[in-house]
């Protein structure tokens, strides 16, 4: 069975930094590519970013190219979302999510995912 445990969220100031984890087990890390998601209050969850099996592929949800980093350490089982230049609209829960093909990893469909993590940004 697929666990993923993130870690690392937050209160902090606008601007701000923050660097989620997510730790994963039952699973080959290395054959699945991941992807980080966030839901806020109120609203649907959202597709963040997502990393390929090695790395080679990422893709940001517009609003945080720039500011988001995603990356993955395979021999850790660990994937990360550095988050820089915060901002109040980023204030959402943070989940985690892994699947067999990336397609689906963007799409949020199908997978393991975590518990999440909350962030929060504000003065």
């Known amino acids: 069975q697929v666990h993923l445990i993130e870690s690392g969220g937050g209160l902090v100031r606008p601007g701000g930094s923050l660097r989620l984890s997510c730790v994963a087990s039952g699973l080959t890390f290395s054959d699945y590519h991941m992807g980080w998601f966030r839901q806020a209050p109120g609203k649907e969850r959202e597709f963040v970013a997502a990393i390929s099996l090695t790395g080679v592929t990422r893709d940001y949800l517009n609003s945080v190219k720039g500011r988001f980093t995603i990356s993955r350490d395979n021999a850790q089982n660990t994937v990360y979302l550095q988050m820089t230049k915060l901002k109040p609209d980023d204030t959402a829960v943070y989940y985690c999510?892994?699947?067999?093909?990336?397609?689906?990893?963007?799409?949020?469909?199908?997978?393991?995912w975590g518990q999440g993590t909350q962030v929060t940004v504000s003065s």
């Open positions: 999510h892994s699947g067999s093909r990336y397609s689906t990893v963007v799409a949020g469909r199908g997978g393991g």
